[in-house]
């Protein structure tokens, strides 16, 4: 199965930080991979660069067979729009747009407004019934699974999550990671910054980042629903 | 959905569903529209305004006879007249002179128009009445002083017609006019009353008018009366032009520049709190991105939100700012004040462009805005 | 704990509280300005309106009834009654007397001018005579102060100028004379002597008025003429007035008819009227009376321009305090995060009010106190642009600018601060 992600020698410098250093990283089309790390591991850094929001200073960055790490500004939003699902811990949802709205924005955006297609978005994580609520209406559970629905919705080749249940209780984080499941299954590439080793054991693969460094790398077998063809990781 | 409704809907949601601080920013542009409209309307109608307020000074164009004639026709007078036009002209007083005796002194008797000498003459101060019947007269202060004849009187006046016989009449004094001129010494009567007494009706010594405009204007009027009236001459009451120019000037100068001053102060204010209100946003402008805006979707929302902004804002301060202008020259002049069109068109501009510069330091830095913002905890 | 968050919030928010105090300099800068050049537009108009000429005419008391307009002076018993030069100066010494800016005497006399059978008039004047006054001040005074709408060609008389004369333009193109020309002129004096010099024609005015049938020559050279030393027929008064009111206008008719304490306030201002009978008391058997004519415009224009101002900046400054106030809540409203977090951590809504009212306080009276100097110098620079004076900073307009900070913060804040307090923290933390 061809590579959707691939970091060759990747390194982010902010000045004397050193956030990532030679990093490489291939994923492959249909994994599920959870990045795991403690605060200033290189997790965020790592999400930033693979989901086209910044450059890094030094390597090579293939997604989707395109060499982006070298693009201009203007065109790495184009490859986000097209290719990237954006889910955040803090949900970032625009606060005067309904939950409908909010979905729609991104279809906007990427393509042509779609209600219709937008409303299937929020009825696969089962918000069908709060489409015309306010995101302050909503609970927190319910704020991230509108964000999941907005990642959705233009069908990305990467769904990228940063710590997407930080901000959640335990019954809103299951079903979280149940909509991830059954994304798995229907073929979507997920990667999953988190620090929570609970939210890790769920995913197929388990990267882990120490002070900018992939220092394990393993595939997770023992997941509840491995019975997918994970394939191996590829070695340092 | 097609991408014009989305934008619209965007755009909408944006400023109706972020209301308190949409009003703020709603507010902020209603203000400068007021301040602009309001002042520009002052300072377009005060030469006018305070034009009309001078004429207290009484006559600034003087029509005499021409050539040697100690008289003038009154038809003349009137033809002079119709060439001033009607809203600018304050009015307009015949006087004749003559000489009648008081106890066998000679006083100076003026007959004029006295209706339109109270327009023309303002600063006259008349204690008592103004006449009117035709036997009545005003007496000038001196005179009453000298003689102890007061209002409510009566005097006898001793009348020599030209190349008639002389005769006495009693006049009741209406009243006591004091100017602290000429008039101070007079014995002011009807025109009619004097016409009747001494005969050669419809002729004038001068033509005292009071005409609203400034020099330049009162010059082109005085070459047309010239030019087309050849029975009388017109003179220019110099000296009241000159003040008058220099009080206008310096009036002007002051209001133009309180006007500029309190517009530009008033401009950075309602600048400052549109981006204030714009700046609060950067977070938003980063999660457009992330999720795949350009940056001309984001140009184009806030450019939109701004259109409307300043479209509603600038039309209230177009209301509020006529009503400002209006409530300034009622209480002041007592009179309404014109508001012309291009004010209103230059105050909607003025209000887009404001809205517009204000938030272009966000915008223009939208495209700085990383959007990885949203993804630090913040 | 209060003191060190106010403390870190007005250090490391420097950039938005800069902006606050900023914005609060600019609109008080803009009050102060306006509020000076309001409080002093009266003094600046009136010192304008003085282009406008005499407002008092001094006279000897008896002597107006007939009128000179026509030229009715001479017989049918009217004494001629003078006014004495030597008494002028102490016209500058009357309670007013700092409002009298210009004066100037006329003696005018008829004469002949190079033996012709017409009639001129010669009137003499102070050009610009220095005095030395018992106060010890010394004033130039004169007609050239008074007259200044005159086209002048050539240049004015000096005062000891004893063979010069001005001629008016009338008269000049009569007789076809010019600048440089000799004319004699024969005046048959008081005495019954007559006396004859011959004169050279410095220069010649337009008034556009009757003087420029005449000739005018300075003050003791007509009195010598007309052997009429130290005597003056009339005095012109430019003073500074106060627009006139009820009391002037009831003390005009009749200053007896007043009670004690409204003749006092009369007395004490600078009314036309009130000035006008301090010069009376001056001078003896004198006879002072307002030129309405130019009195009662003067009064008109400066009431006007005052209300005008008034209105301007009270308008002025209730949108700029709305502007600012505007600006006080974005400020505030911005805010939202922060509160939504003090409240979390527990703080009690008064707590967080005051810790925001105090930082932008702080802002604010930072701002106000730049604006306030600013201000005198934008009063200064309107004053200089449009009136060539300085315009004098009020005492008055301190407390003034005070309220307007305090209520201008508070009243910015405190809505915001309630839609804040408002929210639940929940929200504003969560809220998107």
């Not at chain 2, 008639?164 to 025109?191: C, N, T, W």
């Not at chain 3, 301190?398 to 405190?414: E, H, M, N, R």
Request: charged share 20%.
């Amino acid at each position: 199965m061809k590579n959707i992600l691939e970091l060759h020698d990747v390194s982010m410098i902010y000045g004397p930080v050193k956030a990532l250093q030679n990093v490489d990283l291939n994923i492959r089309e249909g994994e599920w991979v959870a990045v795991m790390g403690s605060s200033g591991s290189g997790k965020t850094t790592m999400m930033n660069i693979a989901g086209c929001m910044d450059k890094a200073t030094q390597g090579t960055v293939i997604l989707d067979g395109e060499k982006v790490s070298r693009l201009s500004a203007k065109d790495l939003t184009a490859i986000r729009r097209d290719k990237i699902g954006l889910i955040f811990q803090q949900f970032h949802l625009i606060s005067y747009l309904t939950a409908v709205e909010n979905v729609m924005i991104a279809q906007y955006y990427h393509s042509m407004a779609d209600e219709n297609e937008a409303l299937s978005a929020l009825e696969r994580v089962g918000l069908g019934q709060r489409a015309g609520h306010l995101p302050r209406q909503l609970s927190g559970g319910e704020q991230q699974r509108l964000c999941i629905a907005r990642a959705l919705v233009n069908h990305p080749k990467l769904i990228l999550a940063d710590e997407p249940t930080g901000n959640l209780d335990q019954a809103n984080q299951d079903t979280v990671m149940d909509i991830f499941r059954q994304l798995h299954e229907q073929g979507s590439t997920i990667i999953v910054v988190t620090h929570a080793p609970e939210v890790a054991s769920h995913a197929r693969r388990i990267v882990h980042l120490d002070f900018g460094r992939i220092v394990r790398d393993v595939l997770n077998t023992d997941g509840s629903a491995a019975k997918d063809s994970v394939t191996g990781a590829i070695s340092l | 959905m097609n991408r014009q409704k989305m934008y619209l809907k965007i755009v909408f949601s944006s400023l109706l569903r972020r209301r308190s601080r949409m009003l703020v920013a709603l507010l902020a542009v209603a203000i400068g529209a007021t301040v602009f409209l309001g002042m520009g309307a002052i300072y377009y109608d005060i030469p006018r305004q305070m034009g009309r307020e001078f004429r207290t000074y009484g006559a600034n164009l003087i029509l005499v006879p021409s050539g040697t004639d100690s008289r003038m026709r009154l038809e003349d007078a009137v033809r002079a007249e119709a060439l001033v036009p009607p809203d600018k002209l304050v009015g307009a007083t015949p006087f004749r002179y003559e000489t009648m005796h008081y106890n066998m002194r000679g006083l100076t008797v003026a007959g004029a128009d006295l209706a339109s000498a109270r327009k023309t003459s303002p600063y006259w101060r008349v204690q008592g009445e103004w006449p009117e019947e035709e036997n009545q007269v005003l007496l000038g202060r001196d005179i009453s002083e000298n003689a102890r004849i007061y209002a409510g009187a009566s005097i006898e006046l001793e009348i020599a017609p030209a190349g008639g016989r002389r005769f006495k009449r009693e006049f009741k004094v209406s009243g006591i006019v004091s100017s602290g001129g000429a008039q101070d010494g007079f014995v002011l009567m009807p025109l009619r009353t004097l016409e009747a007494l001494l005969g050669s009706p419809g002729r004038a010594a001068v033509v005292e008018m009071s005409v609203a405009g400034d020099s330049a204007e009162l010059a082109l009027l005085a070459e047309k009366i010239r030019a087309e009236v050849p029975g009388v001459t017109p003179r220019l009451v110099k000296r009241i032009m000159t003040s008058e120019a220099a009080v206008l000037g310096k009036l002007r100068v002051l209001v133009y520049l309180v006007t500029a001053i309190v517009l530009g102060l008033i401009m950075i204010c309602v600048g400052t709190t549109m981006m204030t209100v714009v700046a609060e946003r950067r977070k938003e402008i980063g999660l457009k991105k992330a999720i795949g805006a350009g940056n001309w979707n984001i140009i184009g929302e806030f450019l939109g939100e701004g259109l409307i902004l300043a479209g509603i804002g600038g039309l209230l301060g177009v209301g509020s700012g006529y009503f400002f202008a209006r409530t300034v020259s009622m209480s002041v002049f007592g009179r309404g004040v014109a508001l012309p069109v291009f004010l209103v068109l230059l105050t909607l501009l003025a209000s887009l462009a404001v809205t517009v510069l204000a938030s272009l330091p966000p915008v223009a830095g939208a495209a700085d805005v990383e959007p990885s913002v949203v993804l630090r905890g913040e | 704990m209060f003191f060190r968050m106010i403390f870190g919030a007005v250090t490391r928010q420097k950039r938005k509280l800069l902006m606050m105090a900023c914005a609060m300099a600019l609109g008080i800068s803009l009050a102060t300005a306006m509020l000076n050049v309001m409080l002093d537009v009266g003094d600046k108009i009136n010192r304008t309106l003085r282009t406008y000429g005499a407002n008092i005419m001094v006279e000897p008391r008896g002597v107006a009834i007939l009128s000179d307009l026509y030229g009715v002076r001479e017989g049918d018993g009217v004494a001629d009654k003078f006014l004495l030069e030597a008494e002028l100066p102490k016209i500058k010494t009357i309670f007013w007397a700092f409002n009298i800016v210009d004066f100037t005497p006329y003696l005018d006399v008829p004469a002949s001018a190079d033996g012709s059978e017409n009639t001129v008039t010669l009137l003499g004047t102070w050009f610009s005579r220095h005095l030395d006054l018992p106060t010890g001040e010394s004033v130039n005074t004169g007609v050239i102060n008074l007259k200044s709408w005159w086209e002048i060609k050539g240049n004015w008389l000096d005062d000891g100028d004893e063979s010069g004369v001005m001629a008016g333009s009338v008269f000049a193109a009569q007789r076809g004379l010019k600048a440089g020309d000799s004319v004699r002129v024969a005046v048959t004096g008081h005495d019954g002597r007559k006396r004859e010099a011959a004169l050279t024609i410095r220069s010649i005015y337009h008034a556009a008025d009757k003087e420029d049938e005449g000739l005018l020559a300075p003050l003791a050279l007509v009195q010598r003429l007309s052997g009429l030393e130290g005597k003056v027929r009339r005095v012109e008064v430019s003073a500074l007035t106060t627009p006139e009111n009820d009391l002037a206008r009831r003390a005009a008719q009749n200053p007896r008819s007043l009670s004690r304490h409204e003749w006092e306030v009369w007395y004490c201002t600078a009314y036309v009227s009130s000035i006008a009978y301090q010069i009376e008391e001056a001078l003896t058997d004198s006879r002072a009376k307002p030129v309405l004519q130019v009195a009662a415009s003067e009064e008109a224009i400066l009431q006007k321009t005052q209300l005008l101002m008034l209105l301007l900046t009270l308008l002025s400054l209730v949108c700029s305090a709305l502007a600012i106030s505007n600006l006080v809540t974005a400020n505030v409203m911005e805010r939202g995060t922060e509160i939504g977090l003090l409240k979390a951590l527990g703080a009690t809504d008064g707590r967080i009010s005051l810790a925001i009212l105090t930082e932008m306080l702080i802002a604010t009276i930072l701002g106000g106190t730049i604006g306030y100097f600013a201000g005198i110098g934008l009063a200064q620079v309107i004053g200089q642009s449009v009136f060539g004076a300085a315009v004098s900073a009020k005492g008055l307009v301190i407390p003034l600018i005070a309220v307007l900070v305090f209520s201008v913060t508070l009243v910015g804040s405190l809505p915001a601060l309630r839609i804040l307090l408002r929210l639940r923290p929940t929200e504003v933390l969560h809220g998107g």
